[in-house]
């Protein structure tokens, strides 16, 4: 068990990696919202795009980042129940909820990938003004859930030996 513990860091660096990489996505989307305030108010020439692009720049950051969320302990728990519990006790609650988290991603990604592979194989576009493609913004929805599904399994394995391994 100690072997594949260690061998999880490769899930944890992935996660840390690209939820790290989207964060990028952040001061983009400042400089997109501040380029259109000021298109709109001082010059009254609005753009088309900006809405759209700051959605899917912030969606994929969301999307992909969430393993990164989870890893760093950002989902939301019950701390003031939580924080005063063992470490085996916490671990043996997480792994009660993995069970409903990971039922969630695998609907999601079976889902998720359905739409992502049509929206793909069709190049999908937006039915708006500026029509962008839409085909990423599902690819990121079924990448970020694989994402996320490898970081709560590595986290799963985690907690299972905390509440199975002995005292010393």
Do not use: C
Not at 1 to 29: A, H, N, Q
């Amino acid at each position: 068990m100690e072997k594949l513990i260690e061998k999880l860091k490769f899930i944890d660096s992935l996660s840390e990696w690209t939820g790290k990489g989207v964060s990028f996505f952040i001061p983009l989307l400042s400089l997109i919202v501040a380029y259109e305030i000021v298109a709109r108010y001082l010059f009254g020439k609005p753009t088309i795009w900006a809405h759209e692009m700051t959605d899917m720049l912030f969606g994929t950051a969301i999307i992909i980042g969430g393993a990164y969320s989870f890893y760093h302990g950002g989902f939301v728990n019950m701390d003031i129940v939580y924080a005063h519990l063992s470490t085996k006790t916490k671990a043996f609650l997480d792994l009660m909820t993995s069970f409903f988290t990971l039922s969630f991603l695998l609907i999601l990604i079976w889902k998720g990938g359905q739409t992502a592979w049509k929206a793909l194989i069709t190049l999908e576009r937006d039915s708006t003004q500026w029509a962008p493609p839409v085909y990423p913004i599902r690819l990121a929805l079924f990448f970020g859930a694989i994402l996320l599904l490898l970081q709560v399994l590595a986290n799963f394995v985690r907690d299972l030996h905390t509440v199975t391994k002995r005292k010393s």
